[in-house]
């Protein structure tokens, strides 16, 4: 079993910047995958980006490339998203998720079977 818990959202204008956070507890293994989704309301929950737990590779989604970046902190069992130049459509309930998943390719959406509560990311413009 696996909790996941966000935190960092909150209220920027438009171009400002936050990093989540989302704190892991319970087993995590080393063939997890840790990725990051974000639903605003009356949207559908997408894909933001994603980290392998063991090793360094990452998968951003193209509308966020080159202003948010996934990391982690095995030792902290923690994973962040630090999001730059933020725009108005960035605006979402961000949700941490994880799944054991043993593949070399990235998984889907429908694998995460481990999510966080979300955390609110309000961007004024």
């Known amino acids: 079993q696996v909790q996941l818990v966000e935190s960092g959202g909150g209220l920027v204008q438009t171009g400002g910047s936050l990093r989540l956070s989302c704190v892991a507890s319970?087993?995590?293994?080393?063939?997890?995958?840790m990725g990051w989704f974000r639903q605003a309301p009356g949207k559908e929950r997408d894909f933001v980006a994603a980290?392998?737990?063991?090793?360094?590779?990452?998968w951003h989604a193209d509308s966020v490339k080159g202003r948010f970046t996934i990391s982690k902190d095995n030792a902290k069992n923690t994973v962040y998203l630090q999001m730059n130049r933020l725009k108005p459509e960035d605006a979402a309930v961000y949700y941490c998720?994880?799944?054991?998943?043993?593949?070399?390719?990235?998984?889907?959406?429908?694998?995460?079977?481990?999510w966080g509560q979300g955390t609110q990311v309000t961007v004024s413009s």
């Open positions: 998720a994880a799944t054991d998943w043993g593949r070399q390719n990235w998984p889907p959406m429908s694998s995460y079977n481990y």
């Open positions: 319970g087993r995590t293994f080393s063939s997890y995958v």
């Open positions: 980290t392998s737990w063991s090793g360094g590779s990452t």
